[in-house]
């Protein structure tokens, strides 16, 4: 049931009406500009909406089958052909690129360069979507460049980012800047229990701990948030910091050679530290809006123990791994060194 809805065009977009109004009326007029740049959090529909624009060029279903007088022309429609085809990435005219090994590399963009002196197959545009361009490397930005200077006929270029300030300068300036917007609590609660079946209190857990992006909400999901958030806790130290002694330096190692097993769910692992961390702060004040508020009494306790100071520097050293991981620091050698910091500052 969830896939029925996702074919059916843009009406499977939560969140983003602005982005939606925006392309609907390109589509409706006809004016499509050459190059387009998606920016916003990962996981809130970027890539997804690209891939709906693609299908509404490529739409084949009659004008009058796609009429809706609050939104003018709705393609796609999601049925048929054409739509099936950029839905399962085999559309000979929508080109979709994406980093490999955590990089957009220049034989990809000269791959690109080489396909695009041809002309599309069929009779319309082609749609070409660098998903992550972010991690292009200067020397592949460059070569993209000449595409956005001199962008060939029929050809439409769509970029996602987190920022446009994530690219350089001269490749952000040549692109319709789109911004999109984190989903609010209850629409990703209610996307999360309508789409992806999950049981009401999951969801608006998973709702609230997620930021607003669907993928880090169902990334949480799969790696079994409730009982890895537990260990972590226990494992960090961070359920009850005021125990009789210290903790151990060999503890807060063997934690992070835990963590460091499971390369795949680390960035939900720490996101999972931060959201207690970020419960721990609000809760003497706002505990209504904690993420972890079913644990009140372990809130409650383990906030008695510790200050505003070690809540900060807790905090800071979680941001401060995070940075590092995404940097392609030695993950090994960063969780050791956050596992140290935070028995250090728990021990203060």
């Not at 529909?45 to 796609?66: I, Q, S, W």
């Not at 080489?114 to 972010?134: C, E, N, W």
Request: contains cysteine.
């Amino acid at each position: 049931m969830a896939h029925d809805r996702a074919m059916q065009g843009f009406d499977g977009i939560a969140g983003q009406r602005l982005p939606l109004r925006i392309l609907r009326h390109f589509i409706s007029s006809g004016a499509i500009p050459h190059a387009m740049l998606f920016t916003g959090i990962e996981g809130i529909g970027k890539r997804t909406l690209a891939r709906r624009f693609a299908m509404a060029l490529h739409c084949n279903a009659p004008a009058a089958a796609v009429e809706d007088g609050a939104h003018g022309l709705t393609r796609p429609c999601g049925r048929c052909r054409a739509c099936h085809q950029v839905a399962a990435g085999n559309h000979p005219d929508t080109i979709e690129i994406g980093p490999r090994k955590g990089m957009l590399r220049i034989d990809q963009v000269r791959n690109l360069l080489s396909v695009l002196t041809m002309k599309p197959f069929g009779m319309g545009r082609r749609v070409v979507i660098l998903t992550d361009a972010q991690t292009m490397n200067q020397e592949a930005g460059n070569a993209l460049l000449k595409v956005l200077e001199e962008p060939p006929a029929d050809t439409i270029l769509i970029l996602t980012a987190p920022q446009g300030t994530d690219l350089l300068p001269t490749i952000a300036s040549r692109c319709r800047h789109i911004r999109f917007s984190p989903l609010g609590f209850d629409e990703l609660g209610d996307l999360l229990e309508r789409e992806h079946g999950l049981a009401p209190e999951q969801a608006r857990t998973l709702a609230q701990a997620a930021d607003g992006s669907v993928t880090r909400a169902l990334r949480l999901s799969e790696a079994g948030w409730h009982a890895r958030r537990d260990w972590m806790l226990r494992a960090s130290g961070l359920d009850l910091p005021r125990r009789p002694n210290a903790r151990s330096a060999t503890l807060s190692l063997a934690f992070a050679a835990r963590l460091a097993q499971r390369k795949e769910t680390i960035e939900s692992d720490l996101e999972l530290l931060k959201g207690w961390v970020r419960d721990l702060s609000i809760w003497p004040y706002t505990p209504d809006h904690a993420i972890n508020g079913q644990c009140d009494e372990l809130l409650a306790r383990t906030r008695s123990g510790l200050s505003e100071g070690q809540l900060s520097a807790l905090w800071e050293a979680l941001e401060h791994t995070q940075k590092c991981i995404a940097a392609n620091g030695n993950l090994r050698l960063t969780l050791d060194v956050m596992a140290l910091q935070m028995a250090e500052i728990l021990a203060a």
